[in-house]
């Protein structure tokens, strides 16, 4: 299973990749934007995050010839600082997010997380987390499920599904994909039903982000990557839906505006200490969209350090 990466050439010309330069792919997946680093380098390294094993052991595999610039590290990429400091890794030359699900993890039905196969309640991308999909559709109380699949999904449905849930639950535990699409098409109006697009796959979205805690991991990381990186160099992170973008988009706004008591300051003084490097998210062309339709929501946001 391969997984085509998004944004790629985009996100690597804007990294300016220097032959010495310590960077983070905090992203790993099938190493696609690792690679592109990597063979930049010589003396260089990249220290590389994925919470799943199996896309870590597939990328190794995929990377031999660079694996001595390479420090894999199978963790959640939450843990970036702890890991580069235990690296005396104190700076990044660079650094990319691509985040979400990959290909080979949508694609393969034992994981649980597409609504397209019939599979096990699962949706972790760190197989050893105890805490599934399974636990969350079986054991949420009505209203904390309602506000997961309102707040995560933006799932206009969200309590007539939640309803549907707890009642289905009631007569047996609810163990599999298959089932769960069933109860939300159920909890629907036939109007819904028939629009374009899967009628659970905002649901399906909700209850992913909620098991692997992915937004709360994705602000304290790329607080700490921008934290890290060097004068002059710059970040890259990749988005695939509103909720992930509206926080990245929050977080460099609020590193390249100057705040509002220093206004009066002189220049030098109020000059901020990252820059917006595109004022609009960039978005992938006609032609990336033939090639790969699983890109069309990305939006590639970039970052640079002008100071210290
Ligand atoms: C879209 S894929 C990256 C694809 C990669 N850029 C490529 O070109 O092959 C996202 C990857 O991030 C990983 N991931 C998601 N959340 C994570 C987290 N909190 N910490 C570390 N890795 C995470 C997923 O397991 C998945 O392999």
């Given at each position: 299973?391969?997984?085509?990466?998004?944004?790629?050439?985009?996100?690597?010309?804007?990294?300016?990749?220097?032959?010495?330069?310590?960077?983070?792919?905090?992203?790993?997946?099938?190493?696609?934007?690792?690679?592109?680093?990597?063979?930049?380098?010589?003396?260089?390294?990249?220290?590389?995050?994925?919470?799943?094993?199996?896309?870590?052991?597939?990328?190794?595999?995929?990377?031999?010839?660079?694996?001595?610039?390479?420090?894999?590290?199978?963790?959640?990429?939450?843990?970036?600082?702890?890991?580069?400091?235990?690296?005396?890794?104190?700076?990044?030359?660079?650094?990319?997010?691509?985040?979400?699900?990959?290909?080979?993890?949508?694609?393969?039905?034992?994981?649980?997380?597409?609504?397209?196969?019939?599979?096990?309640?699962?949706?972790?991308?760190?197989?050893?987390?105890?805490?599934?999909?399974?636990?969350?559709?079986?054991?949420?109380?009505?209203?904390?499920?309602?506000?997961?699949?309102?707040?995560?999904?933006?799932e206009p449905f969200a309590y007539p599904?939640?309803?549907?849930?707890?009642?289905?639950?009631?007569?047996?535990?609810?163990?599999?994909?298959?089932?769960?699409?069933?109860?939300?098409?159920?909890?629907?109006?036939s109007r819904i039903l028939h629009q374009?697009?899967?009628?659970?796959?905002?649901?399906?979205?909700?209850?992913?982000?909620?098991?692997?805690?992915?937004?709360?991991?994705?602000e304290k990381a790329v607080s700490d990557?921008?934290?890290?990186?060097?004068?002059?160099?710059?970040?890259?992170?990749?988005?695939?839906?509103?909720?992930?973008?509206?926080?990245?988009?929050?977080?460099?706004?609020?590193?390249?505006?100057?705040?509002?008591?220093?206004?009066?300051?002189?220049?030098?003084?109020?000059?901020?200490?990252?820059?917006?490097?595109?004022?609009?998210?960039?978005?992938?062309?006609?032609?990336?969209?033939?090639?790969?339709?699983?890109?069309?929501?990305?939006?590639?946001?970039?970052?640079?350090?002008?100071?210290?």
């Amino acid at each position: 299973m391969s997984h085509v990466s998004v944004l790629l050439k985009e996100t690597i010309d804007y990294l300016n990749v220097k032959e010495e330069g310590i960077y983070l792919d905090a992203t790993c997946g099938r190493g696609g934007h690792t690679e592109a680093i990597v063979k930049q380098l010589t003396t260089g390294k990249v220290i590389v995050f994925d919470l799943d094993i199996v896309a870590i052991e597939e990328a190794k595999k995929r990377l031999t010839p660079y694996l001595d610039k390479l420090i894999f590290i199978n963790d959640n990429y939450a843990t970036l600082k702890e890991h580069c400091e235990k690296q005396n890794i104190s700076q990044l030359d660079g650094f990319v997010f691509d985040l979400g699900v990959s290909s080979p993890q949508f694609d393969d039905p034992s994981r649980g997380f597409s609504y397209r196969y019939d599979s096990n309640l699962d949706m972790r991308m760190d197989q050893s987390q105890t805490f599934s999909a399974y636990h969350l559709v079986n054991e949420y109380p009505l209203n904390q499920l309602t506000n997961v699949l309102r707040d995560y999904g933006e799932e206009p449905f969200a309590y007539p599904i939640a309803k549907k849930i707890v009642a289905a639950r009631l007569l047996a535990p609810i163990t599999t994909t298959g089932q769960l699409v069933e109860i939300i098409k159920s909890a629907l109006p036939s109007r819904i039903l028939h629009q374009k697009g899967h009628p659970a796959k905002q649901t399906f979205q909700a209850i992913r982000i909620e098991v692997n805690q992915e937004l709360a991991s994705v602000e304290k990381a790329v607080s700490d990557a921008c934290a890290l990186l060097k004068v002059g160099c710059r970040g890259c992170v990749i988005t695939f839906h509103s909720l992930e973008d509206r926080i990245v988009k929050e977080i460099f706004k609020q590193l390249s505006t100057p705040p509002k008591t220093n206004r009066r300051l002189p220049q030098q003084i109020i000059d901020v200490q990252y820059q917006l490097i595109i004022k609009k998210p960039l978005t992938p062309s006609e032609e990336e969209l033939i090639e790969n339709p699983r890109s069309h929501s990305a939006k590639l946001r970039v970052i640079e350090r002008k100071r210290g």
